[in-house]
Every structure is written in C-alpha cells, then in structure tokens.
C-alpha cells in the first residue's frame, strides 16, 4: 500500500492580518503624537545649528577673502544677515522659522558679531533663541571665534 503524506500550507489567516494591521496603527498613531509635541523643540534644535552655521561662514568667508564678514541681528523681524563690514553691503538674510524668537544678544555692540582677517570675534557674548514653549538654546562665541551651541 502507498502512504501519500499530506503537503502542509502554510497560510496567513485574515485575523493575523487585522492583528498586524492593528499594532501598525497604534504605533504610528503614538509617534505621530510625538512628532507633534516635539516639535517646537525640533524647529529650536535646526534654528540653532542653522544659525551657528551662518556664524561659522561669516567667519570662514572672513579668513578666506581676507575681508571683514559678520553677523547683524535684527530681533524686531526675527532675522540676521550676513554682512561684509567693509562696505557695509548685505551678503545675505536669514529669518529664524515661526515659532523661534531670539530670547537674549548679550555682549555685542549694535547686535553684530565681527570676525576679523585672523577669525577672530570683536567681541565674545552669547546668542540665545527660544521656541513657543520656552526652551531655549544658547550659542556661545568665544574671543578666539569658537562657536558652541548649550
């Protein structure tokens, strides 16, 4: 006599499928939850690393043209420019997104941060912007031109 053995199938079933697509939900509905309450601080952490980086061009265009650059801070429209100090001429204008306000310019005369021909800042102070919560980011530039975002 022959034995045929029964091919087993293996299959998904329609409740596993719903269980899946149920797990998926809920964790997509959980992180788009954070998403939204971390976003303020999202838009604060991109402001200030945007904003260091313009300081670090200004800086750089400054020891590569041998041509004072700087950083002019307009706190009424919530924007800076790129300034080449020697004329004065406007290189380029930055605006900080909504939601992000500048919350201190300390130590700056006129707002402005200068670098000399060597990279050097005119004046050492700190430059901190806030979101709509309150946080805030502090970006510190030392006399030697370092910049540092707290």
Do not use: W
């Not at 293996?10 to 697509?21: D, H, S």
């Not at 952490?45 to 002019?72: N, V």
């Not at 290189?91 to 900080?96: D, G, K, Q």
């Not at 430059?127 to 919560?133: D, F, K, L, V």
Request: aromatic share 8%; hydrophobic share 40%; charged share 15%.
């Amino acid at each position: 006599m022959l034995n045929y053995k029964k091919k087993s199938i293996a299959a998904v079933t329609l409740v596993e499928i719903l269980v899946v697509i149920g797990v998926m939900a809920a964790t997509i509905g959980m992180s788009a939850v954070f998403i939204k309450y971390q976003q303020p601080n999202i838009q604060l952490y991109a402001a200030s690393h945007s904003l260091r980086s313009r300081l670090q061009k200004a800086r750089q265009i400054t020891l590569t043209e041998q041509i004072q650059h700087g950083i002019q801070f307009d706190t009424q429209d919530k924007s800076y420019l790129l300034i080449d100090t020697s004329g004065p001429t406007i290189v380029e204008t930055f605006t900080l997104p909504p939601n992000i306000d500048f919350g201190a310019i300390t130590q700056f005369t006129n707002n402005q941060v200068n670098f000399n021909s060597a990279g050097v800042a005119s004046q050492a102070g700190y430059i901190t912007i806030e979101n709509s919560r309150g946080d805030q980011k502090t970006i510190t530039i030392n006399p030697s031109g370092y910049l540092e975002i707290e």
